[in-house]
């Protein structure tokens, strides 16, 4: 990859970007985006403006999960009393293969970093026979590498 990123996530941005892969092992949690943005104070950004990049690799070395869960939910009739509530639970070592399989129906919501409980959060979304689900994964690392080969525009708005 053309341009590299190293222990420096708070100059990038995956936020809303299509999820394409994301592997755990070895140590390694490796997440790979279309669509993420490129912060215009990151180093490798010389327009001075945020920017997207076709494809981002982000590795995260010596990664310790603390949880793995798929977020629970509350429905609300439009005069707001709560009609449903099913709370998040944690995953199985056999659901949580099944969800880190990505394609063109997964997307982040949010990867963010939780200061009072020492630990990083990534959020996405993915299509399962229909049906939306929301995955959470709670985990520590000690280094991270970003990598991508080329801009693709500058973010609009």
């Known amino acids: 990859m053309r341009f590299n990123t190293v ?16 592997k ?13 943005v490129i912060r ?8 001075f403006e945020d920017m997207y990049c076709v494809l981002l690799e982000l590795v995260l070395d010596q990664v310790e999960m603390k949880s793995f869960c798929l977020q629970g939910y509350k429905y609300y009739d439009a005069d707001g009393r709560l009609l449903n509530q099913v709370p998040s639970r944690p995953l199985s070592g056999e659901e949580q293969q099944k969800a880190m399989i990505a394609g063109d129906d997964a997307w982040i919501f949010r990867l963010e970093e939780d200061p009072a409980a020492q630990v990083y959060r990534l959020i996405y979304d993915k299509e399962d026979e229909g049906q939306v689900r929301t995955y959470e994964l709670e985990f520590t690392f000690n280094g991270s590498r970003a990598s991508w080969e080329r801009f693709s525009g500058p973010v609009e708005g």
């Open 7 to 22: 222990n420096d996530l708070k100059t990038i941005c995956l936020d809303e970007a299509r999820l394409v892969s994301i």
């Open 24 to 36: 755990l092992g070895g140590g390694q949690l490796v997440i790979c985006v279309e669509g993420a």
């Open 40 to 47: 215009s104070d990151n180093p490798n950004n010389t327009r």
